[in-house]
């Protein structure tokens, strides 16, 4: 079992599937996530039915500490992603 699946891996399982030249497949894998970090650059949140949802968090700035040294730094404030998957998908998840 593969640790880990790539775009490549995508592209190929929909020559596979929906049998399309690999160049298109490609093609499509790239829109597909250019599409998601889009939407998630212009602020937006992203729900995707029976897989789950990409939201958007603020993070304020807090004080963090150098592991190495022990030393206080500060961490600024940033927007993070996060996934909450769905009913469905944690259902699915559970009976493989």
């Not at 891996?9 to 030249?21: F, P, V």
């Not at 995707?48 to 040294?69: I, Q």
């Not at 600024?76 to 996934?83: H, N, P």
């Amino acid at each position: 079992m593969r640790a880990t699946v790539t775009r490549s891996d995508i592209a190929a399982a929909l020559c596979t599937r929906i049998g399309i030249s690999r160049q298109e497949a490609q093609e499509l894998t790239d829109a597909f996530f250019d599409i998601l970090s889009n939407t998630l650059e212009r602020g937006e949140n992203i729900s995707l039915s029976s897989f789950g949802a990409f939201r958007l968090r603020e993070k304020g700035p807090r004080a963090g500490r150098n592991p190495r040294t022990g030393k206080p730094v500060p961490i600024d404030a940033r927007r993070v992603v996060t996934f909450l998957s769905s009913r469905t998908l944690r259902a699915r998840i559970d009976r493989a």
